[in-house]
């Protein structure tokens, strides 16, 4: 963790994933906005080196700070929240944007990618969101963006899947409890080559953004005072898509702006995708 500033700020934002790709033009755009910026990341010396590059692109006087968060391990989740709470500052933006997804040449077979998938992109981010959420709460703004992917959406499931009517009910009355079910299910399945047979999606990246999808919807029920909302960044030259993306990282990063911008009475437990909300 790097050395924290004592700088006070109208808004504060926490971006995971901020030293690369779209998390870093998030972080940079939020800078440039005046917000002080806390980027989460794995490794603290290439998050170090990104704050300097928006220090150095960036005209406004805004504060940056680099802390250590690996979204794929409880422990580091755990004291992650326990160093933000230390601060004692609540948090008026969250951005869940860290993730990973296995490429098509990974030699990891298919029914060993489903849990580590589901341990970043879901479990971790769910941890960490449960964990912010008094901070979030105690702020004016309370604005989470978790960036998804239309990977996610309801049509990866098969027809008249009765899992893809689970996931639809996030938006009435699955709770988080079922849904962590559901996915534990989906792991399991992966694991013992049974997803397909079950009515599960036959992609462990894609299924992983659905349950976050549904995991927005859920708290949005749950906590009606907090602005969460869900986007797809749309298919982005970034790492993650091995630089194949017909967006750049910088036009990715437009939707989860927007909605880090919203201000009360905005939308909440909506999806979106260019700037627009989709349905589910």
């Known amino acids: 963790m790097s050395a924290l500033s004592s700088h006070s700020s109208a808004i504060r934002a926490i971006v995971t994933g901020a030293n690369k790709g779209i998390g870093f ?18 490794d603290t010396s290439l ?68 849990e580590p998938t589901f341990k970043t992109n879901f479990f971790g981010t769910l941890q960490l969101t449960q964990g912010l959420i008094p901070l979030i709460k105690a702020s004016s703004r309370k604005v989470i963006v978790n960036v998804a992917s239309m990977a996610g959406h ?9 899992k893809r009517s689970l996931m639809a009910s996030a938006a009435s009355d699955l709770t988080l409890d079922g849904l962590c079910t559901l996915s ?7 694991k013992n080559g049974l997803h397909s047979s079950e009515g599960w999606p036959n992609t462990c990246y894609g299924t992983s953004k659905c349950a976050l999808i549904a995991m927005t919807k859920i708290i949005s029920r749950m906590e009606p005072s907090i602005l969460i909302n869900s986007c797809c960044p749309g298919y982005c030259s970034t790492d993650m898509s091995s630089h194949r993306g017909t967006k750049t990282a910088s036009e990715g990063s437009e939707t989860p702006i927007m909605l880090a911008n919203l201000s009360s009475g905005g939308p909440a437990g909506k999806f979106f995708s260019d700037g627009i909300e989709v349905e589910w």
Do not use: Y
């Not at 917000?35 to 990341?41: D, F, G, K, L, S």
């Not at 160093?83 to 030699?107: R, W």
């Not at 309801?154 to 009765?162: C, D, E, K, V, W």
């Open 184 to 190: 534990s299910q989906f792991i399991e399945a992966v």
């Open 154 to 162: 309801l049509r990866i499931f098969p027809a008249g899947s009765s």
């Open 25 to 42: 033009e998030i972080a940079k755009k939020l800078c440039r906005q005046g917000v002080h910026v806390i980027m989460a990341c794995r």
């Open 47 to 114: 998050g170090a080196q990104a704050a300097e590059d928006i220090k150095r692109s960036s005209t406004s006087s805004s504060v940056i700070d680099v802390m250590e968060l690996d979204i794929s391990k409880p422990e580091s989740i755990t004291k992650f929240v326990a160093d933000v709470i230390s601060l004692g500052n609540p948090i008026d933006i969250l951005v869940n944007n860290a993730a990973i997804a296995f490429k098509q040449d990974d030699p990891t077979p298919f029914k060993d990618q489903a």
